[in-house]
């Protein structure tokens, strides 16, 4: 039982340049969200997927794209990296959106954007 | 509106208790949370309390929750080198599909 697995663990990009982050779970939640964090500014959602085949914006979306691919798989796309995005990338999920339901953690990608 | 504060920085030394608070702003918050994060590593939950709860505790934990001033803290006790990390706050937004808040999070540093 892995949990929320992220690849890669690092990352640079120059500005423009277009990649994908990848997310699974392997908890059977329902519920996965994209964070990102940076120094005093705690975590921000980016994006987040209520259940398979549903996806919404979070409060910081402009710049990504986000697939969920199947109910174990939740991605977040950069089409064109600006240096404003560097920063760190957390995955979570929750077998269902709210209440006590617990988020799960990835270990995070650290991107940097040159 | 969604704000949630807590100061940056905490310094204790081993044995000491520690106090880290929190300021939230949405009323309708149904659950509040405490997260840790070690370094390099994701956030794990420590613990949550209900918003009719004034305390909860678990273990060293004790979680104080005054939802007239819409302060929540985090106490631990017989605070440990191993307690060293990031904690933040967190609150549930009640509206719908419930998201989480994040504080901008305290960095909790215990010295020998």
């Known amino acids: 039982n892995a949990g929320v697995t992220q690849t890669p663990k690092f990352q640079v990009l120059k500005t423009g340049q277009s990649m994908t982050l990848q997310c699974a779970q392997d908890m059977n939640h329902n519920s996965m969200y994209w964070y990102r964090q940076d120094p005093g500014m705690g975590l921000r959602l980016i994006y987040y997927s209520a259940s398979e085949g549903t996806t919404d914006k979070g409060e910081v979306p402009n710049g990504y794209n986000v697939s969920r691919l199947n109910k174990r798989e939740f991605s977040l796309r950069l089409e064109s990296a600006a240096p404003s995005q560097t920063s760190v990338y957390f995955c979570?999920?929750?077998?269902?959106?709210?209440?006590?339901?617990?988020?799960?953690f990835g270990p995070g990608t650290r991107l940097t954007v040159l | 509106g969604e704000d949630v504060e807590q100061s940056l920085f905490l310094s204790v030394r081993e044995g000491d208790s520690s106090v880290i608070n929190c300021t939230y702003t949405?009323?309708?918050?149904?659950?509040l949370y405490w997260y840790k994060q070690e370094p390099g590593a994701g956030l794990q939950l420590l613990t949550y309390i209900f918003s009719n709860m004034d305390m909860k505790q678990d273990q060293r934990l004790t979680v104080l929750l005054n939802k007239k001033d819409k302060h929540l803290s985090l106490r631990i006790a017989d605070t440990q080198t191993g307690d060293s990390a990031i904690y933040f706050c967190?609150?549930?937004?009640?509206?719908?599909?419930?998201?989480?808040?994040f504080g901008t999070g305290t960095r909790l540093l215990v010295s020998p």
């Open positions: 949405d009323s309708s918050s149904t659950y």
């Open positions: 967190a609150e549930s937004m009640n509206t719908g599909f419930q998201k989480l808040v």
């Open positions: 979570a999920s929750s077998r269902e959106g709210g209440f006590s339901n617990e988020q799960f």
